[in-house]
């Protein structure tokens, strides 16, 4: 399978409400690459995230997507950070809403890639906050497995679904090897799944730190994870005036 | 594949049904005792009235009236129903369209609605055209108004959604806002199809030459106690098997998402 689309980021100018926000800021992401972008609540880690999904274009600059303008890029596979499902359609109506053409079978495949085999007949509030989150992320997979924005997606869970959710999202990630952009404040989440971690910070904003994760994310051990949970505390601590 | 949804359950608990029945039967009961008790030809008893039913369906003009009733009431609420929901989601929607027309739609839900057919009635003559179109003026600001608060009601996270994964404007009404306005279309299509019958009743009353509401004017004439009760049972009957032939049952269909439905 090929790899996910590279991503390229040149935000000349953005402000919002009267206040600059981004300025001649620059960002590139290899193929393949597992991006987390951390930083303070509401220093602009979503913005960054809609510009790339092409939603955000109020702004001078460019944001490429294998070459191509963001905005007519294919649409990306998108995870918010609440389930975000329709409650109205049942969970296979949820996978469709996206994906009109889509097979019964591929529905099936779907599911069962996120461990909810069977359950398309049910309806969002008969499942449980993880595995609403699975069919998030399921229906980000099938509208494109190459390219997954990830936005705080797992916020307001309990620790145990978190680690279930991570090592699925590492899983899939590593399969379908997609660039994957993951919005997060918390370092536990960007010690897991990325292999490289941007910290972003201040007005306007800048990066004060851009680190590597050597280890494959599917294949990672507890103590390289505790290793890079400390290398990005440290970072957010020296970036803290 | 595709499999039914789970838990559409379609038919209510037993009791809540047996209870409605009970309930029919209480009130029936309490007006043949008041009936029996009273002895008076102003208030006959309903065996008296369900004979007088039969009656005027085989001898009379029940069936041909309530079916011009029905006609112009369907009409009427149809007609209300899309102009209003129309117009409700432009209001809701565009804050020009909003400011410039919303006073419309309080001083159209402030008229009297007779005041409406009168006008309607010298200014069309007295024929189904200026009926329909009374029932249209009085009810369409109502349905303006729920639409419009629909409308405004809407999640800007479903909002977000759409525009994330670039739904096209009919995917966006279909699969986010039509959703979102059911309920409020369904509450618009229970109080408006009872006040589009009343109205309709009562216009026919005033200029119409036909229909139930004419009948029960020339019953009022004679002081034909049981003709008017007559009409006013079938009246009751046709509204109740709407409510739970289909209303009710419609709303539990399309509201089957929602767990204080199931």
Redesign the interface.
């Known amino acids: 399978m090929a790899r996910g689309p590279g991503l390229s980021l040149a935000i000349d100018r953005l402000t919002f409400g009267g206040r600059l926000l981004f300025e001649d800021f620059r960002l590139e992401v290899a193929p393949g690459e597992i991006l987390a972008l951390i930083g303070p609540s509401g220093v602009g880690k979503s913005t960054l995230l809609?510009i790339l999904?092409?939603?955000e274009t109020n702004f001078t600059g460019q944001a490429l997507v294998d070459g191509w303008p963001a905005a007519k890029a294919p649409?990306p596979g998108?995870v918010?950070q609440?389930a975000?499902l329709?409650?109205?359609?049942?969970c296979?109506g949820n996978l469709r809403?996206?994906c009109?053409q889509i097979s019964?079978e591929a529905v099936?495949l779907a599911l069962e890639a996120v461990g909810l085999s069977g359950l398309?007949?049910?309806?969002?509030?008969?499942l449980s906050g993880g595995m609403q989150r699975r069919l998030g992320l399921a229906r980000a997979l099938l509208?494109n497995p190459q390219l997954l924005l990830l936005d705080e997606p797992f916020v307001s869970l309990d620790l145990a679904v978190v680690r279930d959710l991570q090592t699925l999202v590492a899983g899939l990630i590593a399969r379908s090897q997609a660039t994957a952009v993951l919005v997060s404040h918390d370092p536990q989440d960007a010690a897991r799944l990325p292999n490289r971690v941007i910290l972003i910070v201040g007005r306007p904003v800048r990066i004060v730190a851009d680190l590597t994760l050597d280890s494959a994310p599917a294949q990672r051990t507890r103590s390289d994870i505790a290793t890079y949970e400390d290398r990005i505390e440290t970072a957010m601590l020296e970036a803290t005036p | 594949?595709?499999?039914?949804?789970?838990?559409i359950s379609a038919s209510r608990p037993g009791g809540e049904v047996m209870a409605g029945w009970v309930s029919v039967l209480l009130l029936l009961g309490s007006w043949q005792a008041l009936a029996l008790w009273l002895n008076s030809r102003f208030l006959p008893t309903p065996l008296t009235v369900a004979e007088q039913i039969v009656w005027l369906t085989r001898e009379g003009h029940l069936l041909p009236d309530f079916a011009i009733t029905l006609l112009r009431a369907a009409l009427g609420f149809v007609i209300a129903m899309l102009l209003g929901t129309a117009a409700g989601i432009v209001l809701g929607q565009s804050r020009l369209a909003d400011r410039l027309f919303l006073n419309w739609v309080v001083v159209g839900m402030n008229l009297p609605a007779i005041v409406i057919a009168i006008l309607c009635y010298i200014w069309l003559g007295l024929n189904d055209t200026a009926l329909i179109l009374a029932v249209v003026l009085n009810k369409t600001p109502i349905v303006i108004t729920n639409i419009r608060q629909g409308v405004l009601s809407f999640d800007p996270?479903?909002e977000?959604?759409a525009?994330?994964?670039?739904?096209s404007r009919k995917?966006a009404f279909r699969?986010?806002h039509l959703?979102q306005l059911?309920p409020y279309l369904l509450t618009t299509a229970r109080t408006g199809l009872s006040l589009v019958w009343k109205m309709v009743l009562v216009f026919e009353v005033l200029g119409a030459d036909s229909g139930a509401g004419f009948r029960v004017s020339l019953f009022f004439q004679f002081f034909d106690l049981k003709g008017i009760l007559a009409y006013t049972i079938v009246f009751v009957a046709i509204v109740m098997a709407l409510e739970h032939l289909a209303i009710s049952p419609l709303e539990r269909r399309l509201l089957?998402?929602?767990?204080d439905r199931a």
């Open positions: 809609r999904a092409g939603v649409v998108l918010f609440d975000r329709l409650p109205w359609l049942t296979e809403a996206v009109p019964d099936e398309g007949p049910a309806w969002p509030r008969q509208v | 594949m595709t499999r039914p949804p789970p838990d996270a479903y977000e959604f525009k994330s994964y670039r739904l995917q699969l986010i959703p059911t089957a998402w929602r767990a």
